[in-house]
C-alpha cells in the first residue's frame, strides 16, 4: 500500500491553485496514448493483477509437487507502472497525481515477503533447495534464448517460476515475450529519432522556458528531482518538498506536452516507423496475443471461482 504522503501533497498543491486551464485540460482529454505493436506488452491494472496472481498460484502447485511450501506473494501497487508511457508522457491527470511518481517510489514502502521468515528458519541445505526449486539450480539447465539485434538471454529450465510462467502461457512465452521487448524498445527509440517529435520536443523545451524552467531535453527535470531526493536522504521534511516540487514541475511539463502536440506527433511518427517493420514479426505478435488473450481468460476464471 501506499503511504498517505503522496495525495497530502497533491491535495496540498491543488489547493494552491495550480492547475490546468479549462482548455486545456479539454485539449488533454483528446490525447492519445501511443504504444507499440497496438499496447501488445501494456496491461491494465486489472489485468496485470489478476496475471500476477494467477502466475503466483501456479508457482505455488509447483513447489508444493516438490515438497516445498510457499506462499502467494501479493501483488502490490502496480498502478504506476501500468499507466506509464513509454515514451514517458504525462496527462494532467497523471501528473497531479504523483508526478514522474519519483519521490512514490523513493518513499514506497517494499512489500513484506510472505516466504521470507519460513525460509530464514531452514537450514542451509534445506533454504539453498528451497531457492533452488523456486530460481533454478546454478548449475541446472538452461535456455538461452537469442533476441534479434540484442543480447542472449539465459532461464532457467528447471525453475518453478519458469514453470509456472510456461503453464500459464505456454512454452513460446519467454521467447516472444523478450523478442517483443527488444522490439518495442527499437519502436521507441526509432520513433523519438523522427522528426517531428524532434521538432514537438523543441516546441516543448521552449514552453518550460516560458515557464521558467531551462530545460532541453525531456529527461532534464527527472534528472534534476533524482538528484534532489539523493541528497535528501531520509529527511522526511526535505522529502515532503521535493515531492511538492516534483508534482509543480511535472504539471507544467504535462502541460507542455500539449501544447506542443508532442503525443500526436509520436502517435504519427509511430504509425511511420511500424509500417516499415519486418513481416516477420506478425507471427510473434499474433502468439504472443493468443497466449496473453488465454492466459487472461484462464487468470479471469480462476479468480471468480
Not at 522490439?183 to 517529435?197: E, H
Request: aromatic residues 4%; glycine residues 6%.
Amino acid at each position: 500500500m501506499r503511504r498517505l504522503l503522496w495525495p497530502i501533497a497533491a491535495a496540498a498543491l491543488l489547493a494552491a491553485g495550480c492547475s490546468s486551464a479549462p482548455d486545456r485540460e479539454a485539449a488533454a482529454e483528446k490525447v492519445p496514448d501511443p504504444r507499440p505493436m497496438g499496447g501488445v506488452l501494456h496491461y491494465t491494472e486489472a489485468d496485470a493483477a489478476a496475471l500476477h496472481r494467477a502466475e503466483e498460484r501456479k508457482v505455488r502447485e509447483c513447489m508444493a509437487n516438490r515438497g516445498f511450501d510457499y506462499s502467494v506473494v501479493p501483488a502490490g501497487a502496480v498502478e504506476r507502472s501500468t499507466a506509464k508511457s513509454p515514451y514517458g508522457l504525462l496527462t494532467p491527470d497523471l501528473a497531479a497525481q504523483d508526478g514522474y511518481g519519483l519521490t512514490v517510489e523513493r518513499l514506497k514502502e517494499t512489500p513484506a515477503d510472505p516466504n521470507a521468515r519460513r525460509v530464514s528458519a531452514l537450514g542451509e541445505d534445506e533454504r539453498l533447495a528451497w531457492e533452488a526449486a523456486l530460481k533454478g539450480a546454478a548449475d541446472g539447465p538452461r535456455e538461452e534464448i537469442e533476441i534479434p539485434d540484442g543480447p542472449t538471454v539465459s532461464v532457467p529450465t528447471d525453475a518453478c517460476v519458469t514453470a509456472a510462467r510456461q503453464a500459464l502461457y505456454g512454452t513460446s512465452w519467454d521467447r516472444n515475450e523478450y523478442t517483443l521487448q527488444a522490439l518495442r524498445n527499437t519502436i521507441v527509440q526509432d520513433t523519438l529519432d523522427r522528426a517531428p517529435v524532434k521538432s514537438a520536443e523543441r516546441k516543448w523545451a521552449a514552453c518550460m522556458r516560458d515557464k521558467g524552467f531551462a530545460y532541453a531535453h525531456r529527461e532534464d527535470p527527472l534528472k534534476e528531482l533524482r538528484k534532489r531526493l539523493d541528497a535528501a536522504g531520509s529527511d522526511e521534511v526535505v522529502l515532503r518538498a521535493t515531492g511538492r516540487e516534483e508534482l509543480r514541475i511535472a504539471g507544467q511539463d504535462a502541460d507542455c506536452q500539449v501544447e506542443a502536440g508532442l503525443a500526436e506527433r509520436i502517435a504519427g511518427a509511430q504509425k511511420q516507423v511500424e509500417k516499415a517493420l519486418p513481416a516477420a514479426r506478425t507471427s510473434v505478435l499474433n502468439d504472443f496475443r493468443a497466449a496473453r488473450r488465454a492466459a487472461l481468460e484462464r487468470a479471469q476464471a480462476r479468480g471468480s471461482t
